[in-house]
């Protein structure tokens, strides 16, 4: 069974940090694109960011560019979001998504969401005073 799994969010202050971690079961992520994506209440879901299997490299939003960085485990079970430096509009219900049509990312662009076709659940992270 193909599966994905959040974890790491959590309440943290202003100008903190916060991990967040993508498991996979039934796959390796190293065939696949994988993104992390958000959605605030009220808002539409957005991308973050998205690491290529192809060749190792990232794509940012440009709001989260110098802060977040996503990266893959030598297992290539996990891909991980690094986030530095939150701002409460950061606060938002995060998620991983695989993208089984690409190895290599696509743009941070809402055109090529519908081609993440495997999700997990989401985590809650909340930045606040």
């Known amino acids: 069974q193909v599966q994905l799994v959040e974890s790491g969010g959590g309440l943290v202050q202003p100008g903190g940090s916060l991990r967040l971690s993508c498991v996979a079961s039934g796959f390796f992520l190293d065939y696949y694109a994988v993104g992390w994506f958000r959605q605030a209440p009220g808002k539409e879901r957005e991308g973050v960011a998205c690491f290529s299997a192809s060749d190792g490299s990232a794509v940012y939003a440009d709001d989260v560019r110098g802060r977040f960085t996503i990266s893959r485990d030598g297992a290539k079970t996990t891909v991980s979001l690094q986030m530095n430096r939150l701002k409460p509009e950061d606060t938002a219900v995060y998620y991983c998504?695989?993208?089984?049509?690409?190895?290599?990312?696509?743009?941070?662009?809402?055109?090529?969401?519908?081609?993440?076709?495997?999700w997990g659940q989401g985590t809650q992270v909340t930045v606040s005073s």
């Open positions: 998504a695989a993208n089984t049509m690409r190895r290599q990312c696509p743009i941070i662009d809402e055109r090529y969401e519908h081609e993440y076709d495997y």
